[in-house]
């Protein structure tokens, strides 16, 4: 089936995504002459030369993210990396050289982060990074700003992306799809409703947690390890940011959380975020058209969704 971005789209896209970040930070009077792209995937990622400026812009986005939903959501990025920053905990932080708020041009929306030199002789050490994410937990603990109830599972997203998929079985087999849909409807109302959630797992307390995979989103610094790409914070059960880790990490992270005196993992609500984020894979393929490589990476993890339990044992299927 066609629909497919070519080499040449994704090409296209990166230059305007670049040619934006250079137009918005000679804009705020950055000295961009040096501009280049860092990295490219869902965002890219363009560090605005010679100024210490990196400009972060989405690019690979469902068709429920609007630039205003999107905006709201870096907002909240902003406002949480900065409040980390100010209480001395180790962040990627905003550049002081650009405004704490997100940026429009050429049709993306872009937020403005301090350039940090990577140490690229260090391989990540997903052990040590895990245990580390219960000393994150431990300070997000006291943020004092509003969070929306376990906004990074984007319901809207994954809803539309089942009906989306129902017309491309080149993506996701019929009977894949018709069991992706039992498993939302089981799975979506303790996503949407903080009531429900907190009805079927009694005692598993909510604070705010970084969204995506901190183990994953630890950036190895030349100066020492940072916290970083907080774009999905949210309101939820530490367990959101361990989903599909494993038995291994999990006690890396228990071992952590002991040591700064917080909660260890609850099993259950540890099996419903591994649940909900095997569903968020399946809705990705759904983005496959505008990111060919992203099947590459879906591919076994959709794979071991198949071979698992209904709704990863949550509820009966």
């Known amino acids: 089936m066609t629909g497919f971005a070519t080499p040449q789209d994704i090409a ?27 990295y490219e995937l869902f965002s890219v990622v363009v560090r605005l030369a010679p100024s210490p400026v990196v400009a972060r812009v989405p690019v690979v986005l469902p068709a429920t993210t609007t630039l205003d939903s999107l905006a709201a959501r870096q907002r909240d990025e902003l406002a949480v990396a900065a409040w980390l920053a100010g209480r001395g905990v180790p962040v990627i932080e905003p550049s002081p050289l650009a405004p704490a708020e997100p940026v429009r ?9 301090t350039y940090v030199e990577q140490d690229r002789e260090r391989q990540p050490d ?16 006291d943020y004092p700003g509003e969070l929306a109830f376990l906004s990074s599972a984007e319901p809207e997203f994954v809803t539309a992306a089942l009906a989306e998929l ?30 429900a959630f907190e009805a079927r797992f009694p005692g598993v307390d909510l604070q705010p947690v970084h969204g995506d995979s901190p183990p994953a989103n630890i950036f190895h610094g030349v100066d020492g390890d940072r ?22 990490l999990a006690s890396a ?19 419903f975020v591994d649940a909900v984020g095997k569903l968020r894979i399946i809705a990705c393929l759904a983005l496959v058209p505008q990111l060919p490589v992203l099947a590459d990476y ?20």
């Open 227 to 248: 916290y970083s790409d907080f774009e999905m914070v949210t309101l939820g059960p530490v367990e959101w940011d361990l989903g599909g880790l494993g038995a291994e």
């Open 126 to 141: 997903y052990a040590a990074n895990t245990e580390s994410t219960a000393r994150l937990h431990a300070a997000l603990r």
């Open 253 to 271: 992270y228990d071992k952590g959380a002991r040591e700064v005196g917080i909660r260890e993992l609850d099993a259950d609500a540890l099996a």
């Open 105 to 113: 041009r050429g049709g993306f929306s872009m937020t403005f982060w």
């Open 12 to 38: 296209a896209r990166t230059a305007a995504a670049l040619d934006a970040a250079v137009e918005a930070g000679r804009e705020l009077g950055l000295d961009v002459g040096e501009a280049e792209v860092l």
């Open 166 to 195: 129902a017309g491309r079985p080149d993506l996701l087999a019929p009977q894949d799809l018709e069991r992706a849909l039992r498993e939302w409807e089981v799975l979506e109302p303790l996503v949407r409703s903080r009531e």
């Open 298 to 317: 879906l591919t076994p993890a959709v794979d071991q969704w198949r071979a698992g339990a209904f709704a990863g044992g949550v509820v009966a299927g």
